[in-house]
């Protein structure tokens, strides 16, 4: 028997409270107790936005942006990032597939060490980029979090078979900025992966904002960023329910943090994603712990934000404790009143990761 906590998020805040844990299962909820590992029991917590497959380009990322420090925005972006010539798709192109998968499995390890439960990961490339996560997840045997992969057509374009052939292979698209493909190939991609009843996933307003009603109309299940918004924008997806993905760590690199306040106080689900594993490493608690240092969230926003991420697209993970249930959490080791006092305290190097199987340490 093994007894954790000191404060708990549970049930949307947190509280003061422990968890008695016996053989893998959660035997009771204390308000009292004198814990063997003292600290913040959060939920294991899924990534809602990664590009696993350019995890081998870290340094490489790094030398680029240095030369485009004085470039504006868009032209960073679109020289990193942008299909078919930016330079993360030049090296994809160029790279061997062993080191891409070494990069991915690498990407992998370190998000389960950090106790991440999934990961919503855009595979480039169409069918042979999606075989090449499969390589390295098999490579990571149990080592590796959940995957939900989100297939992307080599042709970047609307090839009716080549669609099914990564449709069989994923779990729907997840598509390029909405600038990036012209807006009829947009609409029949959505259409397919809706018939087949995928899921469909956009980068939306990365760079400059798009046409929020055009987006609505391929009916998303996930949009990603939305950096550059209007309130009317952000009611749109309030009201059809359509959660955003947000990056801040990625974005801040980049110098385009987005306002998640906002997006929060317009009543729009937020999802955290770590995005290109070259730009920031899977770390989804390093995410939060950033965008309340970058953006001075306050407890009720960064409470959100917890909640949200530990269901996250399909409310995978378990995000409530109670007694009967399977033990699968992370411990913050430290002494945490609230979700504010682990901004700054350097969560990624002191936590322990609670599963059925066992205890690690991140």
């Given at each position: 028997?093994?007894?954790y906590g000191g404060r708990i998020f549970n049930r949307g805040r947190v509280?003061?409270?422990?968890?008695?844990?016996?053989?893998?299962?959660?035997?009771?909820?204390?308000?009292?107790?004198?814990?063997?590992?003292?600290?913040?029991?959060?939920?294991?917590?899924?990534?809602?936005?990664?590009?696993?497959?350019?995890?081998?380009?870290?340094?490489?990322?790094?030398?680029?942006?240095?030369?485009?420090?004085?470039?504006?925005?868009?032209?960073?972006?679109?020289?990193?990032?942008?299909?078919?010539?930016?330079?993360?798709?030049r090296l994809l192109e160029s790279t061997e597939d062993a080191d891409i998968i070494d990069g991915m499995a690498g990407a992998l390890r370190t998000?389960?060490?950090?106790?991440?439960?999934?990961?919503?990961?855009?595979?480039?490339?169409?069918?042979?980029?999606?075989?090449?996560?499969?390589?390295?997840?098999?490579?990571?045997?149990?080592?590796?979090?959940?995957?939900?992969?989100?297939?992307?057509?080599?042709?970047?374009?609307?090839?009716?078979?080549?669609?099914?052939?990564?449709?069989?292979?994923?779990?729907?698209?997840?598509?390029?900025?909405?600038?990036?493909?012209?807006?009829?190939?947009?609409?029949?991609?959505?259409?397919?992966?809706?018939?087949?009843?995928?899921?469909?996933?956009?980068?939306?307003?990365?760079?400059?904002?798009?046409?929020?009603?055009?987006?609505?109309?391929?009916?998303?299940?996930?949009?990603?960023?939305?950096?550059?918004?209007?309130?009317?924008?952000?009611?749109?997806?309030?009201?059809?329910?359509?959660?955003?993905?947000?990056?801040?760590?990625?974005?801040?690199?980049?110098?385009?943090?987005?306002?998640?306040?906002?997006?929060?106080?317009?009543?729009?689900?937020?999802?955290?994603?770590?995005?290109?594993?070259?730009?920031?490493?899977?770390?989804?608690?390093?995410?939060?712990?950033?965008?309340?240092?970058?953006?001075?969230?306050?407890?009720?926003?960064?409470?959100?934000?917890?909640?949200?991420?530990?269901?996250?697209?399909?409310?995978?993970?378990?995000?409530?404790?109670?007694?009967?249930?399977?033990?699968?959490?992370?411990?913050?080791?430290?002494?945490?009143?609230?979700?504010?006092?682990?901004?700054?305290?350097?969560?990624?190097?002191?936590?322990?990761?609670?599963?059925?199987?066992?205890?690690?340490?991140?």
């Open positions: 028997m093994t007894i509280e003061r409270g422990y968890l008695e844990v016996s053989e893998g299962r959660i035997t009771k909820v204390l308000e009292d107790a004198e814990p063997d590992v003292r600290g913040l029991i959060i939920p294991r917590l899924v990534n809602s936005h990664t590009h696993l497959g350019d995890a081998a380009f870290s340094a490489r990322f790094a030398e680029e942006l240095d030369r485009l420090s004085g470039a504006p925005l868009p032209d960073r972006i679109a020289a990193l990032f942008a299909p078919p010539d930016g330079m993360k798709h998000a389960y060490r950090n106790g991440q439960y999934s990961m919503v990961d855009f595979r480039e490339g169409g069918v042979a980029g999606i075989d090449l996560l499969r390589s390295a997840a098999d490579t990571c045997g149990k080592e590796r979090p959940e995957i939900l992969m989100m297939g992307r057509p080599a042709s970047g374009g609307y090839d009716r078979l080549e669609i099914d052939e990564v449709l069989d292979r994923s779990n729907g698209l997840g598509l390029s900025g909405m600038a990036d493909m012209e807006y009829s190939t947009a609409k029949s991609l959505a259409t397919h992966v809706h018939a087949r009843g995928k899921l469909l996933a956009i980068h939306v307003s990365e760079v400059e904002r798009d046409d929020i009603e055009k987006v609505m109309a391929l009916r998303p299940d996930l949009v990603i960023h939305m950096r550059h918004n209007a309130p009317s924008d952000l009611h749109a997806l309030n009201s059809a329910e359509v959660p955003i993905a947000v990056c801040p760590t990625s974005s801040g690199r980049l110098g385009d943090v987005p306002d998640i306040g906002s997006m929060l106080d317009a009543g729009c689900t937020v999802l955290l994603g770590s995005d290109n594993a070259m730009v920031s490493a899977p770390d989804i608690v390093q995410e939060l712990a950033f965008a309340g240092a970058e953006l001075d969230l306050g407890e009720s926003h960064l409470e959100r934000l917890l909640g949200a991420s530990g269901k996250g697209l399909n409310r995978m993970a378990i995000i409530d404790f109670d007694p009967g249930q399977r033990a699968d959490f992370t411990v913050l080791e430290g002494d945490f009143e609230d979700l504010r006092h682990m901004v700054g305290s350097g969560p990624a190097e002191a936590r322990v990761v609670v599963t059925p199987d066992g205890e690690r340490r991140g």
